[in-house]
Every structure is written in C-alpha cells, then in structure tokens.
C-alpha cells in the first residue's frame, strides 16, 4: 500500500523558516519522483520543488529558488523540504506527492504526480 505522510508546518514570522519532511512508503523507487506543491486560498496548485529518488536531481520552482532547498535521506524514504527566508506569500497548504516515471521537466507539473499525501499548513505572518 502506498502512503506518504508529511510532518512539519506552522505559524512562522517573515524571515523565518520550517522544515517539511515526507515519509513515502510502498513506492517502487526505481524512477519516482517526489514533489513538493502548495496551494493557496483561492489560488491555483503550484509546484515549489522535486526530486529524483534515484538519481537526485532537483528542481524548483523561480519563487523559492535560493530560499528553499529538497532532499532525501540517507535510507531514502524521506524527502525533506527546508525553507528559509519565508514570505507572506509562502503562505500554503503543503503537500507532497509521488509520481512515476516523470519527466524532469514536468516535475513541478502536479497533474503528473497521482499518490498525495494528506497536506500541511504552512502560515508566514507577523
């Protein structure tokens, strides 16, 4: 059974930072992809940033480029999501979510991603 279960989050000032992790299991890692995307209030979903499991790449989106760095564990089942010098307009629910054999450059793309995990709240504001 495959799940992803993400932890992190919270109320942070501007300036601030969080640290996001997600748990994957059940997955395959051959050519996974895990990503992280966010969705504002009446906003559309975007992505922020991916990774290749296997190979490491990352991606991310222009907004958080330098603020915000992905990566994996050592065992390879978590992929954290460190973000620095937040802004009000980081403000999102967080989600990460596993998708096979994407294409790194449809990586930040979320209709390619079809595992979801629950979501986690993420506010930046004084």
């Known amino acids: 059974q495959v799940q992803l279960v993400e932890s992190g989050g919270g109320l942070v000032q501007p300036g601030g930072s969080l640290r996001l992790s997600c748990a994957f299991s059940?997955?395959?890692?051959?050519?996974?992809?895990i990503g992280w995307f966010r969705q504002a209030p009446g906003k559309e979903r975007e992505g922020v940033s991916c990774i290749s499991i296997r190979g490491g790449s990352t991606y991310y989106a222009d907004s958080v480029r330098d603020r915000f760095t992905i990566s994996r564990s050592n065992a390879g089942n978590t992929v954290s999501l460190q973000m620095n010098s937040l802004k009000p307009e980081d403000t999102a629910v967080y989600y990460c979510?596993?998708?096979?054999?994407?294409?790194?450059?449809?990586?930040?793309?979320?209709?390619?991603?079809?595992?979801w995990g629950q979501g986690a709240q993420v506010t930046v504001s004084s």
């Open positions: 059940g997955f395959s890692v051959g050519t996974l992809t």
């Open positions: 979510a596993a998708g096979a054999g994407v294409p790194n450059y449809y990586c930040l793309d979320w209709t390619r991603f079809n595992s």
